[in-house]
């Protein structure tokens, strides 16, 4: 059952609501964004899609090159070597290219549903080989006064984990690919459990395995170890086919309170909710056996890609957890959720 209040001012953000990074973009979709609050304010760590204006007969494809810059690489649409069906990714000659580059945004807000961009931030661009075909999907997990930057980084040759951490959103510390391809969905749990860190990850294996949320221990946030597996895709239900993790783990009195997403066979994304014990986060408590959230208004419907609520950022208060989430994987939105109510919906 859908148990989300969601804003009556959805969608909060729009592609048009903010200015391209470079002249000769357009943005393409604003979504998933990390959220934190600093300073007092609610921030948005949104990924911006971003692509070249299309030409009739071609898809003009950006990407960085080795230099940093981007360069434009056009498929005309008539080449029978080109599969452009799925509006995120083309095939061509049997490589993968995404049909837009991401980078990440901030934006904040005094009352947490008008967000704008605030002077003196830069936008965090993808660098290096690893980072070629963008940044995307950020976590972000605050531990004591720095805040932790979990993300995908994705390229030609792979799509991993990227670490950066800052305590000031002005001077980013890089520390590069920390979980392996290929693997996304890494949240950070914001405090030791028994003297170590934990963090939640979506490693894919494809002949044998699945799409299952992993967790892994570090004593740095930078080395993890110990893997295991703690959730795997359910056949015939909403998260058939690939789970991965949102935000930091929530603590709550019974257990850490997950929400992940899930998806199935038609690529429609739901959200769901892992309880893990407090002691031993790997052992799952509680599952959701129905969604807690669906694509069910119009702008969760129908967009650049239709049927998807992903989340991967919330801010708590009390009971209440407001979720950002990317709608349709176009425009950004927001709903609450009461911690208590999700709790029930496990029936403990
Ligand atoms: C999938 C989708 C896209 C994303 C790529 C790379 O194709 O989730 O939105 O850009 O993976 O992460």
Known sequence: MDIAKRFSENP???????????????????????VFTYEGKT???????????????????????????????????????????????????????????SHLRL???????????????QPINGKGALESFG????RVAKIDDTFHLTYTQVSNIAVGVGYMKTTDWKTLERKGMIFPPHNKDCAFFEEQIDNKYYALHRPSSPELGGNYIWIAESEDLEHWGNHRCVATTRPGKWDSVRIGAG??????????????????????????ALLLDLNDPS??????????????????????????????GHVLNGDTITIYYGASDEVICGAELSIAEILQSLKL
């Open 247 to 272: 935000a930091a783990p929530i603590k709550t009195e019974k257990g850490w309170l997950e929400i992940y997403h899930g998806a199935n066979e038609e690529n429609r994304y739901c959200l769901g």
């Open 107 to 121: 934006l904040c807000s005094e009352d947490g549903k008008h967000f704008y961009e605030p002077d003196g931030y």
């Open 135 to 138: 940044i995307e999907d950020c």
């Open 43 to 101: 921030w948005l760590l949104c990924r911006v899609a971003e692509r070249p204006p299309q030409k009739e007969n071609s898809i003009q494809v950006p990407i960085f090159n080795e230099q940093g810059k981007i360069e434009i690489l056009e498929f005309l649409n008539d080449d029978p070597e080109l599969d452009a069906t799925d509006p995120r990714v083309i095939l061509y000659k049997g490589i993968n290219y995404l049909t837009s580059l």
């Open 12 to 34: 909060l953000l729009k592609p048009k609501d903010i200015k391209p990074s470079l002249p000769g973009m357009e943005i393409l979709c604003l979504l998933n964004p990390g």
């Open 283 to 312: 052992k799952v408590l509680a599952r959701s056996e129905e969604p807690i959230m669906e694509p069910l208004a119009d702008y969760e419907k129908t967009g650049f890609f239709g049927n998807v609520i992903f989340t991967n």
